[in-house]
């Protein structure tokens, strides 16, 4: 069965740098994209972009190039989101989802939290 | 690119019918047959309810159906059950290549 399994929980310093991992399974993983999407506590669902598997191409948000960068390594079939130079208002759970129109499957989350 | 715009919240009593609105523009919802529907109960990840406008997955409840008129995409739930109690967001393909979601739509049944 398809499943997407996210790394840990995380708890960063303001400034410092965290990367969140999304293992794919079940399925192919280079046929169908990885989506990105973040959610604040208490808040609403927020699109981060996309990364194509089959050439490594991300697609980010507008606000959200920069500082966000999404990669992969397929022999693993894992996606990565890597957000530098963190800030509070990053302290977010972080999903992947499979596919780009219709997230289909999604990772239990990643709860990123930033705080001194 | 501002959100989709969604009702705060919606409620109805067990058995009623509801519809919850997602208003864009004519740049992603009036553009695009590319709306989605998705269902967060709490502490868990979001699901997909409805995909490109009326399409229901596969293990989706028929009481599920989705409708577009212009800039406005509605999704309905018939024969409301206390289970689909939860949070409902909207999504849009835009025309700059991007995705949007609604603010999200609270409902409670009654």
């Known amino acids: 069965q398809v499943q997407l399994v996210q790394s840990g929980s995380e708890l960063k310093k303001p400034g410092a740098s965290v990367k969140v991992s999304c293992k794919a399974s079940g399925y192919r993983f280079t046929t169908m994209s990885v989506t990105w999407v973040r959610q604040a506590p208490g808040q609403g669902l927020e699109w981060l972009g996309w990364?194509?598997?089959?050439?490594?191409?991300?697609t980010y948000a507008q606000g959200f190039t920069g500082r966000f960068v999404f990669s992969l390594d397929t022999s693993v079939s894992t996606a990565y989101l890597q957000i530098s130079s963190l800030e509070a208002d990053d302290t977010a759970v972080y999903y992947c989802?499979?596919?780009?129109?219709?997230?289909?499957?999604w990772g239990q989350g990643t709860l990123v939290t930033v705080s001194s | 690119q501002s959100a989709l715009t969604q009702p705060a919240s919606v409620s109805g009593s067990p058995g009623q019918s509801i519809t919850i609105s997602c208003t864009g523009t004519?740049?992603?919802?009036?553009?695009?047959?590319?709306v989605s529907w998705y269902q967060q109960l709490p502490g868990k990840a979001p699901k997909v309810m409805i995909y490109e406008v009326s399409n229901r997955p596969s293990g989706v409840s028929y009481r599920f159906s989705g409708s577009k008129s212009g800039n406005t995409a509605s999704l309905t739930i018939s024969g409301l059950q206390s289970e689909d109690e939860g949070n409902y967001y909207c999504s849009s393909y835009t025309t700059s290549d991007n995705v949007l979601f609604g603010g999200g739509t609270r409902l409670t049944v009654l």
């Open positions: 004519s740049g992603d919802v009036g553009h695009y047959n590319y």
């Open positions: 990364i194509n598997t089959a050439t490594g191409g991300p």
């Open positions: 989802a499979r596919e780009v129109l219709r997230l289909d499957y």
